[in-house]
């Protein structure tokens, strides 16, 4: 089947068209602090040159799925099949690159209706067949990996068919949306009528409205717009013991919030089909503005002043010193570079970190709340350079995973992580991230650089967000990996902060979630899927029910 939103090509990120080569810039930055291997060409294999499992779905219940939703509706091409096989994080992109796929679903299943996923999870549910929910398949913590756990088979429910903007409510400021409904869709629909959601990951081109909800998203606008759970007013969701029809309350008190059970529930109870959501209207005027700082503390002290005065930065991005010099050094043209670097030497800033924020609403009230933080970041010895910076950065926002898949044909990984936790912590555990992560690869023989940017605000806090390379070392990339996410997954939880901030929890994340949440909520968890799933095959070995240790 065909869908008219373009999906990922198979190996890697987007679509193809998109890629450019490394710039000499990073490339050289690259190389100063980890290393660049020369001559490198690691292109991906051919389609008909991956290892794709054989299939086990038995003639019986291929039958079954046809006659719930149709013959052309149910697939098990190697196309299909290896495209719905995994995600995008870094050892997602290894195996598909490589060919070396160990798990892929044996078909996926594209049904129409509510009615047709109630259906298909009472045929997987009666047939002992694994179920992974999959909307974008941008998951970068191995949310959708094709695992079948105990189970005799595995099907991917693709939601693409359900791609419907349902109702917008002009009066209560709410939009009701499919599942399968992707970003670039719901914002071209809302603000066609004057409104926005206004959630921008950096998957927002190929990610959609289920999978946010289902993995508890923030985008890059989140610290004035709100994360996706705080815009959840209503959701619908198919379990194999019948569908949660949960009904759209601006606020109640009937009990804890079972909306927010399904929120983050990432596939493990159910598939969610149906959203309502809080919109806005579009804002009547934007203004950016940027500064660079002396240093990440004091960057951080001027977002904390700036969040708790109740300034309400619609985006706000600070870069430290690593992944400002990063991106300097991508700069079009080494003029300009010098030229940056010499009007900072003059103020006094010799390792600058960028901070990039918005302002949306009324155009008074946007000069009002720019000319508040400008004055709080001045007392906190930051350097004002204009709008530039951030319409900048706001027009690239989209395309650094492009640069993954060709550093990673390069020679090179690139992995990233986030977490969140309180002002009072935040700088120790920047530190701390880092060196451990620095650590980890050192002891491997590969040294490393890592970049990282605050880019959700508190009252109490804010996330912070890492990004690594490190050169590659062939046939054991997962090895590195694997060490690089040990180290900073026990530095984060040893910390205090959270083991993800918006990236869910998948199989990657699964490790630390009784230090997390502790052992008693889990079993909650557990006794809560049970309810609904009593068979267990509901997306196998992720979030409450993956494995103890990397």
């Known amino acids: 089947m065909d869908n008219t939103r373009p999906r990922m090509r198979w190996w890697g990120w987007g679509e193809d068209g998109n890629d450019g080569p490394v710039k000499p810039g990073a490339k050289k930055i690259l190389s100063r602090h980890c290393g660049w291997p020369a001559g490198v060409d690691h292109p991906p294999v051919a389609l008909e040159d991956v290892s794709l499992p054989e299939s086990t779905l038995t ?50 299943v594209y049904p129409a209706s509510d009615a047709e996923v109630d259906a298909l999870l009472t045929v997987c549910s009666e047939e002992s067949v694994a179920v992974v929910p999959f909307g974008g398949g941008t998951s970068v913590v191995g949310g959708i990996t094709a695992a079948r756990a105990q189970f005799s088979a595995c099907v991917s429910i693709s939601l693409a068919r359900l791609d419907k903007i349902v109702d917008i409510d002009e009066e209560s400021l709410t939009a009701t949306v499919q599942a399968g409904v992707f970003g670039p869709d719901l914002e071209e629909a809302l603000q066609a009528r004057g409104f926005t959601l206004a959630h921008y990951p950096q998957s927002f081109e190929f990610s959609t409205v289920g999978g946010w909800v289902a993995t508890r998203s923030a985008g890059q606008q989140s610290t004035g717009y709100g994360r996706i759970d705080e815009n959840v007013y209503g959701l619908r969701c198919s379990t194999p013991c019948g569908p949660i029809e949960l009904r759209t309350t601006p606020a109640t008190a009937a009990g804890p919030n079972p909306r927010q059970l399904f929120v983050g529930s990432e596939g493990t109870l159910g598939i969610i089909t149906e959203v309502t959501l809080r919109i806005r209207r579009t804002p009547q005027s934007s203004l950016a503005d940027s500064w660079f700082f002396p240093d990440f503390a004091s960057g951080t002290a001027a977002l904390r002043d700036m969040e708790q005065s109740g300034l309400r930065l619609d985006i706000a991005r600070l870069s430290d010193v690593n992944e400002t010099a990063f991106g300097l050094s991508q700069l079009g043209s080494e003029l300009q570079r010098k030229g940056i670097l010499a009007y900072l030497r003059a103020r006094g800033v010799s390792t600058p970190c960028l901070l990039v ?54 020679g090179m990984i690139v992995e990233t992580l ?24 050192a002891d491997r023989g590969t040294p490393a650089f890592v970049l990282c940017h605050v880019s959700h605000l508190y009252a109490s806090g804010c996330s912070l967000y890492y990004t690594i390379f490190a050169e590659q070392q062939p046939g054991a990339e997962i090895a590195q990996w694997k060490a690089l996410k040990s180290a900073a997954g026990d530095a984060i939880v040893a910390g205090g902060g959270t083991i993800t901030h918006h990236h869910a929890v998948g199989t990657d994340h699964a490790p630390w979630m009784t230090a997390e949440t502790g052992g008693l909520w889990l079993r909650m968890l557990r006794a809560a899927k049970a309810e609904v799933d009593p068979a267990g095959i509901m997306n196998p070995d992720k979030l409450m029910n993956g494995p103890a240790r990397l």
């Open 59 to 108: 003639d019986e219940v291929r039958t079954r799925l046809t006659e719930t939703v149709g013959e052309d509706f149910v697939r098990d091409d190697r196309a299909v099949r290896v495209s719905h096989a995994a995600g995008r994080s870094l050892p997602d992109l290894i195996r598909l690159r490589s060919g070396a796929l160990t798990h892929a679903p044996d078909a996926v």
């Open 418 to 441: 986030e977490t969140s936790a309180p002002w009072s912590t935040v700088e120790q555990l920047h530190d701390t991230i880092s060196a451990a992560v620095e650590k980890a690869l």
């Open 357 to 410: 924020v918005r302002f949306d609403g009324r155009p008074t009230e946007n000069r009002s709340r720019r000319s508040e933080a400008r004055s709080i970041a001045r007392k906190h010895k930051g350097a004002n350079l204009g709008a530039a910076p951030e319409t900048t950065w706001e027009k690239h926002r989209f395309s650094t995973p492009y640069l993954r898949d060709q550093l990673l044909q390069e």
